[in-house]
């Protein structure tokens, strides 16, 4: 399995010069399975370049999944731009899994942010099919592939995504606070994986003026790679104030704890 970084910034784009290395787009992730079939999660501005790479690659899947961790505007607002939406044979799966789902109603809010107000061109004018996926349930199997979910502390709530595959598998938490101590129930679902990508948008020190904006610090991060002994970590969601000169210090020192830890760049793929 691979997974490639499209966005690994969280809250708002940012562009500026000193940015260029750990990118600036917001969340999208590309997930390769072994046999070649490509799946999405999140649609943040990253989502752009990830269309644009997909049709240089001839991408010809007849359908797409493109799973979400929930809806704040980091985690779609690319969806317009998503070349392969405007090709009418594609079928692209909208898939909002686990219970509890704070939304009533999926389609809306895709159809909402391509309102006249927002955008110029609708959703139905896009010109794939698209169907709109919501279930209750917290995992879902199909031939050798598992996918898990689990709801995460965040403002309107989030979800954490586990996919097993060929024995191998990733888990993805973004959006996520813990709180004073680390959720247990995190530590668990992430047993195991080869690769933990994990958000931390702060530094202990600013987590501390911003409990209940629903983020991590990169010590959480760590902590939880190592108690649930994931064999890589890749931290993303990188705050926006954040430079490239501060998050290579960042890194250096993450490193230092646990090795085998990255923090996310633009276009970073992850073999595993
Ligand atoms: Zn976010
Ligand atoms: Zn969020």
Not at 43 to 59: S, V
Not at 83 to 108: E, H, S, T
Not at 235 to 264: G, M, S, W
Request: hydrophobic share 35%.
């Amino acid at each position: 399995m691979k997974i490639k970084f499209y966005g690994t910034r969280g809250s708002i784009p940012v562009c500026d010069r000193d940015y260029l290395e750990f990118g600036g787009n917001t969340t999208s992730i590309k997930i390769t399975r072994d046999d070649g079939r490509i799946s999405i999660l999140d649609a943040g501005t990253g989502i752009r370049n990830l269309g644009n790479d997909l049709i240089k690659e001839g991408f010809d899947q007849h359908e797409l999944f493109i799973g979400f961790t929930h809806f704040h505007w980091d985690h779609i607002q690319g969806f317009p731009f998503f070349a392969p939406a405007y090709n009418p044979n594609l079928v692209i799966n909208i898939l909002a899994m686990g219970k509890d789902r704070n939304i009533d109603n999926l389609q809306g809010i895709f159809e909402g942010q391509m309102k006249p107000e927002y955008f110029p061109v609708p959703l139905e004018g896009m010109g794939a099919t698209f169907n709109y996926l919501k279930t209750d349930r917290d995992s879902w199997k199909r031939n050798d592939a598992k996918l898990k979910v689990i709801k995460q502390n965040h403002p309107g709530d989030s979800y954490g995504y586990r996919l097993e595959d060929n024995d191998k598998t990733v888990v993805i938490c973004t959006d996520i606070e813990h709180g004073d101590t680390i959720n247990p129930e995190i530590v668990e679902f992430c047993k195991g994986a080869d690769l933990l990508v994990h958000e931390a948008q702060y530094t202990s020190k600013e987590l501390e003026s911003h409990r209940g904006w629903g983020h991590s610090s990169y010590e959480q991060a760590i902590e939880v790679a190592e108690r649930a002994g994931v064999k890589k970590l890749a931290i993303t969601h990188h705050d926006p104030e954040h430079n490239d000169l501060f998050l290579a210090k960042i890194e250096k020192k993450c490193q230092k704890r646990f090795p085998n830890c990255v923090l996310a760049r633009e276009k970073m793929e992850i073999k595993f």
